[in-house]
């Protein structure tokens, strides 16, 4: 089954947490605890094999490795292991409603996460101000991300048209592809791709379910296929003149709304416009390539104006959109009355410690003194007196 859209929760592996250990176990002097390893991170690469989203079989949601705790004797934790997801060219990650990259070119990489970071062990921590550490850092959490991913057929051809125009029977003349064909409307119900091979030239062709008045409504499977057009670099109408209901010119004006309403950058992708079934009519339509694809009529014609045209498309219509980098969420600060609770990265690096109560309190606050937690409490307003939670350590504020 053709997959396009998927929905996942993919979360990072955490840090690995610091050791405390001491070569003098009973001085508690000459620090040896390793540190943690990083957790493994998520990035999505692209793989230009892949047609679809199908490869993706999951329980809803994938995971990255956790990073190794540090040890005794200096002994570092193990990296976790990166969660790669390799996606098809032409695939959107959408987070939160936002698309926060649009991926196209083979093997391009793009990291939502690096992972949790390592807490130190108390070697590392070790310094002139604490030369024996009885504290050692704990390792980042992991975070998740619930996401979307949108994949768009990277094709340079899309045959579109209203049902039983002759578009599978076209692709069937035109590629090795062994479209279903039938004289009632919705044959296809999902996209079908072949390859044109030109001299030294593969043109990728689609062919597409049928697309009716209000397909950019929804109407029909309207929006699963307007949005396979997003990435082609041409588009053949294929108009079907034995259509008592609908003329040529009726049939290219649902095709011109229907995409200039699902998106409007649409209207600035290349067409060409094609009238089929000329074996049943009298007359040539001028002004436009008319063909018969059931009795090969003018194939060549065609094939010669899609080489020509492509030859003078450069771009694809989405292809120079610009990654996202996500923000570094710092630290948030809520205050209620004379209450300043603190959250974030910066707040899980300042209490995150593990080890001897009384030397972890006095790190933790030197941490607090000597971060820019202070100088943003102090324009909030905060007061002598006055409460400061760090994650659920709860003081007094005093300077
Ligand atoms: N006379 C004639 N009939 C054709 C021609 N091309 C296709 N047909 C017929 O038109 C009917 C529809 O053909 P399909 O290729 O399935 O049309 P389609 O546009 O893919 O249809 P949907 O997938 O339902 O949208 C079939 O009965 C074909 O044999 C042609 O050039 N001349
Ligand atoms: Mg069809």
Do not use: W
């Amino acid at each position: 089954m053709f997959v396009d859209q998927i929905n996942l929760t993919v979360s990072t592996g955490s840090g690995g947490s610091g050791a405390i250990s001491f070569k003098n176990t009973q001085s508690k002097s000459s620090p040896t605890g390793g540190s943690g390893g990083s957790g493994g991170g998520i990035k999505f690469k692209v793989n230009d094999k892949l047609g679809d989203l199908s490869h993706i079989i999951t329980e809803n949601s994938l995971k990255a490795t956790n990073g190794g705790d540090g040890n005794k004797n200096f002994q570092n934790g193990k990296n976790g292991e990166d969660l790669i997801i390799e996606l098809p060219q032409g695939t959107m990650i959408i987070l939160n409603d936002q698309t926060i990259a649009d991926m196209h070119e083979n093997n391009s990489e793009y990291i939502l996460d690096k992972g949790g970071k390592p807490g130190a062990g108390n070697f590392s921590l070790a310094s002139s101000r604490v030369p024996n550490p009885e504290f050692a850092e704990r390792g980042q959490k992991k975070k998740s991300y619930k996401i979307k991913l949108s994949y768009s057929i990277y094709s340079d051809v899309v045959i579109l048209g209203i049902p039983n125009a002759g578009k599978s029977t076209l692709i069937t003349k035109l590629t090795n592809s062994n479209a279903k064909i039938g004289s009632y409307e919705f044959t296809t119900t999902s996209p079908n791709l072949g390859v044109i091979k030109e001299v030294g030239n593969q043109i990728k062709i689609c062919d597409l379910p049928g697309l009716i008045s209000g397909a950019s409504e929804g109407v029909g499977l309207g929006k699963k296929i307007l949005r396979q057009i997003r990435n082609t670099k041409l588009i053949i109408y294929l108009l079907d003149p034995t259509r008592q209901d609908l003329n040529i010119e009726d049939q290219k004006n649902i095709l011109d709304k229907e995409i200039e309403n699902y998106d409007k950058n649409y209207v600035n992708i290349k067409k060409i416009i094609v009238v089929n079934k000329i074996d049943s009519i009298n007359e040539k339509i001028k002004g436009y390539i008319n063909i018969s694809a059931k009795n090969n009529i003018n194939l060549d014609v065609l094939v010669e104006e899609i080489t020509n045209s492509l030859k003078n498309i450069q771009n694809r219509q989405y292809s120079d959109f610009q990654k996202i980098s996500l923000g570094n969420y710092n630290y948030q600060i809520e205050k209620i009355d004379n209450q300043f609770n603190c959250s974030g990265e910066v707040v899980d690096f300042i209490v995150g410690l593990i080890g001897n109560i009384d030397s972890i309190n006095q790190e933790i606050f030197y941490r607090f003194e000597n971060s820019s937690l202070v100088d943003e409490l102090k324009s909030k307003g905060i007061k002598n007196g006055d409460v400061v939670k760090l994650n659920n350590l709860e003081f007094e504020f005093h300077v």
